[in-house]
């Protein structure tokens, strides 16, 4: 036992510094994009963008002033458009729809580029990750019942505060309480992160969860690259995913059609949890982003198949 928790104890220790800098990279995001939307707010700058944007985010039940949210997710990681949403006193079904939005398409220079080197083409997975945002929306929209869901972040927008120093407490006390939560998340999910691989518990886990392959249409070799995208991330866990196609553990086939998977449904421990904290409802996050993406894989299986008696007919 004695071995076990100073083993524990060396994984918080590697865990610590790492989560104090990601805690110190999330204020320098979050502080001046949530200042810079209650400025907006308070201006009225950010209802005249809305009105701009609102006929076609109606379409999929959204204020045109969340079109702001999404456009921040496609190019920066979660954490910025979590600081936009907590910003804007919007429903919580409102809230889901655009969660589910950023959680599909964010970070995608970064994590297209990943994908790129793991057997799928860029612009390939750029474009599913958009289109299905939008296609999710719009099932979502359909799909999740009206009535009072609650709010998702402050209850008082900041167009409804007479003076600069009230707008500027708001946006102090809100963006503190963002970090603080999801610096405790960041922090809890990194020693878990060291211990799973101090005690060599992913190889098992993967092993586990090959079954669960089948059921999303996907080969049992991409158990292992399943649960690291799922657990860590396509950003983070890149560097693994790129080793395992360089040692030829993963074809750059079966590469592609877990990017399909992994394009629409990663991270999924560590962006439910932190959505959950600003009041996203867990179940709509995981079912919805697990079912799209084995949808996804489906008929990207589909697709080859039909191809390839396609291709097998016109060479007889």
Known sequence: ??????????????????????????????????????????????????????????????PGETAIVFITSVFCPLYAPIALITSMAIGVREATILALMCLVSHNLIVESSVQAKTGSHFWEMTILRL???????????W????????????????????????????WFVSSMKLVITIGLIVTSLMILHYVLEEFNLMRGLSKALAPLMTVFGLPKDTAFLWLVGNLVGLAYGGAIMVEQVEEKKLSYKNGNLLNYHLAISHSLLED????????????????TRLFFAAAVVWLRRGYNHIYVLQKKKYVT
């Open 1 to 62: 036992m004695k071995t076990i928790a100073l083993r524990i104890w060396k994984c918080i220790k590697q865990a610590l510094p790492k989560a104090g800098k990601t805690c110190l990279w999330l204020l320098k995001i979050i502080l001046p994009i949530s200042l810079l939307v209650r400025l907006l707010q308070y201006s009225g700058l950010l209802d005249k963008f809305s009105a701009l944007l609102e006929p076609v985010f109606s379409l999929i039940g959204l």
């Open 131 to 141: 289109v299905m945002s939008f296609v999710i929306a719009m099932c979502l929209n």
């Open 143 to 170: 799909i999740m019942p009206q009535g009072d869901w609650g709010t998702v972040g402050v209850t008082a927008s900041a167009d409804s505060y007479t003076g600069i120093w009230d707008v500027f407490v708001l």
């Open 272 to 287: 439910t949890i932190i959505f959950v904290a600003i009041g996203i409802p867990a179940l709509w996050i995981i079912v």
